[in-house]
């Protein structure tokens, strides 16, 4: 068998980047600080099986020291290291794009903070507003997903106007009521949107459809992004190109705008969509690639600044990740990464800029060796590319030939 898992951690960074200081970011540690906060509340975080995939190890090349309250447990059967990111921003799309050998080596364009006015170009909201024939919006503002629906989700189900926000990301949100506004209807004024705030540079217009009623909502996991596609050829493609399967579990197809994917797979939360990776694997032939997103991480933990949720969530998926491995076949390899940081200790609710794991296990796995620290992301996608013989992509260096 040559096949290949991605599994990615979103948001599990693992210490600031050399670059973290452009970003406000000097400090940041998801996984340091999670560890740190178990400890404070006397209760080690309990994640053995990604101690024994070196995580614990990576995070010490990362910041030059042992997690505080991680159990040391030694590698065994893994390659491991951290990687640091090339790409400009700390995104979600340049992550993954990157991992996939794709580096972002420009600026998107963002939103800046306004007080008391539309964080939106005024002529551009009311082209498409006319568009879709929207009266007007809400918020039009800075905000947490969550933070902002408990604040105009009422007004939003009286008024029959989309919730319109943005955050540090190159993103326009919108939110709406799957009932009461429709999701069909959502959908299509992200689609009319997308082209027209191109002229922004942003990378994605973000559908947030949510449910609920009397004040009390929820988002539901229908999300769908409308993503500017990669600006380079991605391993995807490649291997696309030379006939090989890539099975896509989450919001990965939504990421790489539907390019170089041959099955998507859809959940909400992270358990399903774990369920959902091991259907993708069993389905995936030789010569493959499942590649997948645990989204809960980042968006119910991390941007909540939840502490708890997120080390629950950690200690969660390490007691199932032994079932993804049980289905690895002679000459599988199991990559796990993350595509940014969100450290739930930090001030604000935004990504944090930090070095990611870098871990492989699985029969194709040489030995146990520690890979120190990658210059690239990129790194992860060259890797894959010598693995499955694909040829060398422009961008990364092998972890191992």
Known sequence: MTRAVVLVLDSLGIGCAPDAAHFGDVGASTLG????W????????RIP???RLGLGHAAESATGHWPEGLERIEPHGAIYGAAAEQSLGKDTPSGHWEMMACPVNFDWGYFPRQDNASVFPADLMQEWYRACGLVGSLG?????????LERLGEEHVRTGWPICYTSADSVFQVAAHEADFGLQRLYRICEIAKPIFDRTHIARVIARPFVGEGGRYTRTGHRRDYTTPPPGETLLDRLVEQGREVHAVGKIPDIFAHRGITHSYKADGNAALFSQTLQALDA??????VFANLVDFDMLYGHRRDVAGYARALEEFDAVLPQLQSRLKPGDLLALTADHGCDPTWPGSDHTREYVPLLFTGPACPQTKA????????DLGQTLASF???????YGSACWE
């Open 140 to 148: 039009n503002c800075h905000a947490s997903g969550t933070e902002i």
């Open 38 to 45: 178990c400890q404070a509340q006397q209760r080690p975080l």
């Open 284 to 289: 995936c032939p030789d010569g493959g690639l």
């Open 33 to 36: 600080s999670i560890a740190r």
């Open 388 to 394: 499955f013989g694909v040829g060398a992509m422009a």
């Open 49 to 51: 099986h990604l101690l």
């Open 371 to 378: 890979l120190g620290v990658r210059r690239s992301f990129a």
